[in-house]
């Protein structure tokens, strides 16, 4: 990440997009107690892999565009500046749309699929709007 960039908002995916994971993990180590102590190790790694990934996955809103960087043991970083975004989507099941999160796709020029996907965020129509307010400024 460039050290001059102005970072208008920075999160991670929210841990209802990772809930599987977590609820996966107890369950598992749960079970262990009864039938295997392997199994409680397991589910603590299940956990833990949810939470690692979930933490690794960086989005920001920039003054210049949007970027996404996941970081864990190699970097990998998309970015897309506003004058290139064709268009938004917003994205949300039926669990999603209780909990509050969901999916916001970014369309750029030049290409016929979302650019820069921001996957489990919380109020994913809030951070739709911070970018098309972004674009008119552009």
């Known amino acids: 990440m460039d050290t001059n960039e102005i970072v208008v908002k920075k999160f991670h995916p929210h841990p209802f997009y990772f809930l599987s994971f977590y609820l996966g993990g107890i369950f598992l180590a749960g079970l262990g107690f009864f039938l295997h102590p ?3 190790i397991a589910g603590i790694l299940i ?9 690794a996955e960086t989005l920001f809103i920039l003054e210049s565009g949007v970027a996404r960087e996941y970081r864990f043991l190699s970097t990998s970083r998309k970015f897309t500046e506003f004058n290139s975004i064709q ?13 509050g999160i969901g999916n916001v796709h970014i369309d750029t020029s030049g290409s016929d699929k979302a650019e820069i996907n921001f996957h489990g965020i919380k109020n994913p129509y809030e951070i739709e709007h911070i970018i098309r307010e972004k674009m008119k400024t552009i």
Request: proline share 0%; no cysteine.
């Open 47 to 55: 956990f833990a892999v949810g939470e690692i990934t979930r933490r």
């Open 87 to 99: 268009n938004t989507e917003v994205r949300q099941s039926f669990l999603e749309n209780i909990l």
């Open 38 to 40: 392997v199994l409680i």
